[in-house]
């Protein structure tokens, strides 16, 4: 299992690297850390190429480099990886599939890859899970309304938005059950989380009406029995009422949102967003997207 | 399937806006007064600006774009587009940006860096001065990214000598790459060789019949800008970027302790500078007569020839797609004048101000200075003035000094990241943000535009008549 995560810098990145470190832990999956850079504008260019040229006759690396080397000591201190391996040499980089990649001393096998990428985040991110196999990928933001609404639409694996994260709240989880297909691989993940993380799921089923279709009443008892079966601490409630709004005063800013990414039509989800891209807009806490 | 379609649509939006918005103007009855080619010309030039600014095809295709439209849309035979894509100016680009590589491999940064740090001494000050007043003074020559791709590794090993601590040395930081990007930015207007966009203003106004500029006679309208523009620009830096250090003794020690390693000039190196030194004799006092595209060329011949250089490093640097694409932006400016779409561009943007532009002169080149100021914070400096220079050459008063204005401002790009090959160059290092630019850029702009109209007004006329 790999999971990817996405970061930009020193300062705005900790939280984004602290949990998608912790999750790799609890789901023992590999991780792979990409810095996301602006490419410079292709008329300036050459200068760029040039002084990066001259900045390394003087071992000064490039900005991401510098990144990822502050992310591999953290995943040190958090021993993600072994804290006795030595540090990464900055200048052993291997060029690949239009990306760098940093070669790490690899005493845990490849159980983390560090990666260097310029470019549109969307456009870069695209490329790095459609180059490798991954199930999630770890973002920080997610309030910019037009990069969300294309990470959501076009990065093709589940997704957390690291959204307004405390390290020091004890999160519980909010899922939202519906008839949508991805439902069942929400409640599958959700379940995984609350396991590792050894807090409680509260459940939501919200209809725009106060009826309830049989879809709706369907995916909420294979939910509970799912939940029944892992073990896991729950609670399960039907309420009528606008599902984001709903989603969005439910989960507050301690409850991190476990919703199934949308399966509708490309072309519907292109022109107006869908539920759950709405809810990532307006919610003030970290919210993952099934796929 | 869709969904990668529809992904391409979503990167492409700027291509596909460009064609279509095209697509109905060039099936919309053509307005009068106008050429069907002058009218297709303004066409084809609104799809290419909309193309460099949103970068939605790499810069080679919107070269080989330009070439395809003026044929296709009767703009010019294909035998006349061919030549007009090669010119001294597309020579002294192509020349520059392999110079540059040439000139940066051969380690003067250090040689550079004790020059400084022996004049300035150890004040934060002093240092921001000397990081400043050399990049401006060589820039002039040599060339915006030339100069600052050299400066800015000792400016930040220098910040890393201060201190590990980011947050104690952000301040600083900023201000020596504002004041090597600023320095560079003002050197660059200071003389030909020091941008692109002032060879292909030379090239335009000669080749409408104008002016034959000189590399001196640059020299005697830039200059004394350049060095009126330099304290106040310096100044601004200096307040508007406040390091909490005052002196860098330690810094300063370990840097130069560095740099000394590297011993004694070589002879490669000699032989370096001979050969700029060299190139730069032949600009002033030849280039009126063989042009300064062939004696960049010859320069970069002879750092070839003399194995200062490997072929294989400069093919692999040097951007051969923008070389193409200024050269096909200089041949969409010649037809935008052959065509007399040019004219006719400015017609009409003048007729918006009624007879104000004959009664108060000045207004005319505010207005000029103004909209490249705007036009290059947003599209790069060379490109505009490729694109723009034969529009502002014919607004209405004396071409000459229309043309050089457009040239000088086009060097204005202190406010956005874009705007100058000094700025995407500091800004690539991650320590100085867009805000920043805005800081000091905003203030800055608003001045020089002030001085440079002053120059116009007061100056450049005495010039015109005496030169």
Known sequence: MQFLVAIRSTIYS??????????????????????????????????????????LNWQIHHPGVEVLRWAYKCMQESEFIDPEIEEFDPTDLVEDAGRIRVVVPQADGEKVRLILREGETVDQLKKETEYRDYILTVVGGGSRKRLARRLVQFVDTSLLFVKNYDPDLNYKLLLCVDDSGATRRAVSFAARVAYFLQTEIKAVTVSKTKKFGPGYTAAANWAQRYLDKTGVSYTHEFISGDPVKTFVERAGSDHIIVIGKSLSSPIANFLRSSKPAETLLKANTPVVLVK | MLRAFLYWVSQKRWLLIAAVIATIFYHSPYPDGISAAGYRSIILMFIVVVLIVSEAVPLPAIALLIAVLQVVFAIAEPSEVAQSYMSDSVFFIMGSLMLAVAIVRQGLDARLTLIILSLTGNGVKAIMWGFFLISMLLTSFMGEHTIVAMLLPVVLTLVRYTSDDADEVKELGKLFLFAIAYGSILGSFGTPSGGARNAIMIEYLSDFGLAKISYAAWMAYTYPLMLVMAPFAGFMLSRSFKPSQVRLDSAVEKLRAQVGDTGKLNGQQMLSIFFFVLIFLAWIFMSDRIGIGIIALAGVFLYLAAGLVEWQEINSRTNWGVVLLYAGAISLGLQLKNTGAALWLTTHLLSVFGTLLDQVEALRYVLVGVLTTVVVNIMSPSASVAVLGPIFINFGGDPVLLGMETAVASAFGFMTVVGSAAGMIIASTGIIGSKDFLRVGIKFTILANVLLILAIMFYWPFLRSAL
């Open chain 1, 14 to 55: 900790a939280r984004t690297l602290e949990i998608a470190t912790s999750l790799a832990k609890g789901f023992k999956a590999d991780l792979s850390v990409v810095y996301v850079g602006d490419q410079p504008k292709e008329l300036l260019s050459e200068g760029v190429h040039l002084s990066r040229d001259a900045m």
